[in-house]
């Protein structure tokens, strides 16, 4: 069966304290796993990349709870759409910090503008590939901030 997928960003909101987050994460599983929503968040500290996947209306309905979250700010879809197969398919959140710098190529925040399903590729790149590089834990910090 064909999933959804969507990738988009969010900026921390003023004043989330990152000892917060393992309360964040665990509210966003169980959200996610009631829609049948599998992915993965990538954070540099000021930025959230997330990658989710799953039925469009569980899509639809956990993005909604996102923009209206406290905890996010400045939300931006940057690609949505269908995919034949899980590449998160765990039920868990998988959850992990890169440097600013890392962000920003994949990003490309640097002020080079490219088409946004370049855009999108390398954002999956460095989901993919960043996820891939740890089998645990939950939350591993690849380089400090």
Not at 12 to 37: D, H, I, Y
Not at 67 to 74: E, F, G, L, P, Y
Request: aromatic content about 10%.
């Amino acid at each position: 069966m064909p999933h959804s997928y969507l990738i988009f960003t969010s900026l921390v909101a003023p004043g989330l304290e990152s000892k917060n987050f393992p309360e964040l994460w665990k509210a966003a599983e169980r959200a996610n796993a009631g829609w049948g929503v599998t992915g993965t968040v990538v954070f540099d500290g000021a930025i959230f990349l997330q990658y989710l996947e799953g039925p469009k209306s569980g899509l639809d309905v956990i993005y909604r709870r996102l923009v209206r979250a406290s905890s996010h700010r400045d939300t931006t879809i940057i690609d949505r759409g269908h995919t034949s197969y899980r590449r998160f398919p765990e039920p868990r959140l998988v959850c992990l910090t890169v440097t600013r710098e890392v962000m920003a190529q994949a990003l490309e925040l640097r002020g080079v503008l490219f088409r946004k399903r370049d855009r999108a590729a390398r954002a999956l790149h460095l989901l993919e590939q960043t996820v891939t590089s740890y089998s645990s834990p939950r939350w591993a910090a690849k380089s400090k901030l």
